[in-house]
């Protein structure tokens, strides 16, 4: 029983927790972190209050400085911030690992090429998904040399996004230089 009771107990909120109001007719909730806590036998907050876009706080009409409002502590609930994570995707310079027939190729991404040969948007808004990436082959050993082909020239690949994961970088220390985290674990582990 007492564990029960336990569970369905909420943990007190404490400054610095994003909320939400609740159920609000007529109007939309408001978002807000909890800047002061007034106590008493029902604790009332007051808010910073944030966009709902980006979570950036918002400022007066006047323009004299942010905006703030109050609520009891029942009439708001915390904040889902996974709404508000962004996605990992690939970047320019990313490090990452191809993975085809049992073969494995550690590259580092140096372009994103449109399936059709246009122009692509990846550059300007992120990556997009259909786009391929384009790699400079590397080594992931310490250091992480690029490889070259038998004229010299680096060598270079093109993957879709589908068969690639992004490898973690650690960086120079004691044992050498930067290298992929797990590389030998990585090799062998197909």
Known sequence: MNSLSSKNRKKPYKIGDLVIEKAVTGSKRRIGEIVFIRGGSRQRMDLLQLSRHDLSPLSRNDLRGPRFFSLKEDQCKRLNLSRYQKKRTFE??????????????????????HPDGLYTESYEKGYNGKDFLECVEISGKAGLPRKVNSEGHPKTFAVHSEKVKLCEILPMDHKGGIRIKDYWELRAGT
Do not use: N
């Open 92 to 113: 320019l310079g990313d490090c990452i690992r191809h993975t085809q027939d049992g073969r494995i190729r550690f590259g580092r991404i140096i372009g994103f090429l």
